[in-house]
């Protein structure tokens, strides 16, 4: 079993200009090998291989000297392969065009081996020993450790460790149904009772500073000190948010899953929702895609199951007691009462009880195996082929509601 651990490095100064070095020799062997790729495909329209461009390392070493002298070795090899794996995310549809690495971002260099851990340190090769701080202890195999540099001039370590697979996971085997939103963040069904998590809205709360900020950034003249000065306090609010909503999904992820063995989502279509412009900045501050993908790994390394469910699933306008489905449910409507059977709902407590249920029924037709994403074959209206952008006009409460409006159910 794989297990990361982020650690905090406290580099001395002569560490730190080795780590410049280093990441600067990275950075230029990326830069290299994505302009010869781009050459490459533009000159006979083939992909070069990975093969290729590691075979022009011993070359560009006598070349350039100083990408012997200043850069582990194995830290370029790990360039190539990752850029590799950067071109296979592009193909497979996973992730845009890679870039060009400039040294205004975030730093990175990976090592594949030789990385130990020794006492309060890491003894890191071509860096010398550097000061940790390990606020867990390092157990198993160390596979791979990446050292990074933060726009605001932390220094961290991740390590991939093999461990033995013997983590003392706190095991409750309720189901639950999630139904993910803007207003809650999270509505839970454990089959008994909803219990609701609100919204943190990370990013809300630090929007007047964020904006304070960055325009003071703006009207500082391009390269002055000043300018580099606001821009470091605008990274370090975006590294605040960030740190804060990450602390929050890892808590509430963790919280979850050691009540439960199963739990179920609707899939939600992320990607395409961020494009709406009003709600873009909302959903990408909520953090739903991270959260799925929490809940996704902590459940695997307690051997549950996370099944998501198609987002056309008509999770909030069927009523969870008798099944009738509504045609129609406006986002205002927060309670209803079934005309069917006459029992009262709480919107956000019926659809998760409903995506529980589905989950269920899912996970049953399928014996317990996977796969586990399904969708009920619900068709679009031919004469809405847009991306929805536009008719999401409301001020809509939940995205996949909207979604659901515009679906024909068989
Ligand atoms: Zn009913």
């Given amino acids: 079993m794989l297990k990361a651990v982020k650690v905090r490095l406290y580099p001395t100064t002569e560490q730190q200009e080795a780590l410049a070095k280093s990441f600067g020799c990275a950075r230029w062997y990326w830069n290299y090998a994505l302009n010869a790729c781009i050459q490459h495909y533009e000159e006979t329209g083939k992909s070069l291989k990975l093969n290729v461009y590691k075979a022009y390392l011993p070359q560009l070493k006598v070349e350039h000297p100083w990408l012997k002298e200043d850069c582990y070795s194995a830290v370029l090899q790990c360039v190539a392969i990752n850029l590799n794996k950067a071109y296979s995310n592009f193909f497979e549809g996973r992730a845009k065009f890679p870039k060009f690495k400039s040294k205004h971002h975030e730093q990175s260099i990976q090592y594949p081996q030789n990385v130990k851990v020794v006492g309060d340190c890491l003894e890191i090769p071509k860096i010398g020993v550097v000061k940790a701080v390990l606020h867990r202890p390092i157990e198993g195999k160390v596979k791979t450790v990446t050292i990074s540099k933060t726009p605001t001039d932390k220094y961290f370590a991740s390590i991939l460790l093999i461990g033995d697979g013997e983590v003392g996971f706190v095991s409750g085997n309720k189901t639950l149904g999630i139904d993910l939103g803007l207003k809650d963040f999270a509505i839970v069904h454990d089959g008994e009772e909803v219990t609701k998590h609100s919204n943190p809205k990370h990013l809300k709360r630090h929007e007047k500073n964020l904006a304070r900020k960055h325009k003071k950034f703006t009207r500082k003249v391009k390269g002055s000190n000043s300018r580099n000065k606001y821009k470091k306090l605008v990274a370090k609010v975006h590294e605040r948010v960030s740190n804060s909503r990450q602390d929050f999904l890892h808590k509430l992820s963790r919280k979850l899953v050691d009540e439960s063995q199963i739990i179920v989502v609707e899939n939600l279509h992320i990607k395409g929702m961020v494009r709406n412009r009003k709600l873009s900045k909302s959903i990408s501050d ?84 996977n796969p586990v994403i399904a969708d009920r074959g619900c068709v679009r209206p031919p004469t809405r082929k847009g991306k929805g952008q536009r008719s999401m006009k409301s001020e809509a409460h939940t995205v996949p509601d909207f979604l659901r409006c515009w679906v024909v159910h068989p």
């Fill in 286 to 369: 909520v953090g739903w895609g991270m959260f799925v993908n929490f809940l996704d790994y902590k459940l695997k390394a307690k051997d549950g199951q996370l099944i998501e469910i198609g987002r056309f699933f008509p999770s909030s306008k069927t009523c969870s007691c008798c099944g009738h489905v509504v045609d129609e449910l406006t986002l205002d409507i927060r309670e209803w009462h079934c005309p069917k059977c006459e029992i009262h709902h709480d919107r956000d407590g019926n659809a998760a009880l409903n995506i529980r249920k589905e989950g269920l029924r899912i996970l049953q037709n399928n014996g317990g195996g």
